[in-house]
């Protein structure tokens, strides 16, 4: 496995726990050209305050955490990569 989407999937872990207090969750889905793609799960998937967890909060400290990252986007269920 490419050692960013081990650290990549290490941050997220790291993450998870926060998340899953408030009822959601958070799912590693791919690593393309500095884009991490990710699944919103559970409370997190229909919150309003969605954007800003990516943004503010996954993002953020993925991109300080990982070099390489340059976004974080949800994928929805219907979504194909």
């Known amino acids: 496995m490419d050692k960013t989407v ?5 941050v997220i872990e790291k993450l998870r726990p926060y998340l899953q207090r408030d009822g959601g969750d ?3 889905v791919d690593f393309k050209d500095g884009i991490v ?3 919103m799960l559970g409370a997190c998937a229909g919150c309003t305050m969605l954007d800003d967890t990516l943004k503010d909060g996954v993002e953020q400290i993925l991109m300080e955490e990982v070099p390489g990252v340059l976004e ?4 929805a269920h ?3 990569l």
Not at 6 to 10: D, S
Not at 72 to 75: E, F, G, R, S
Request: zero cysteines.
């Open 6 to 10: 081990e650290e990549i999937k290490k």
């Open 26 to 28: 958070i799912e590693y």
């Open 37 to 39: 793609f990710v699944k």
């Open 72 to 75: 974080v986007q949800n994928v």
């Open 78 to 80: 219907n979504d194909l």
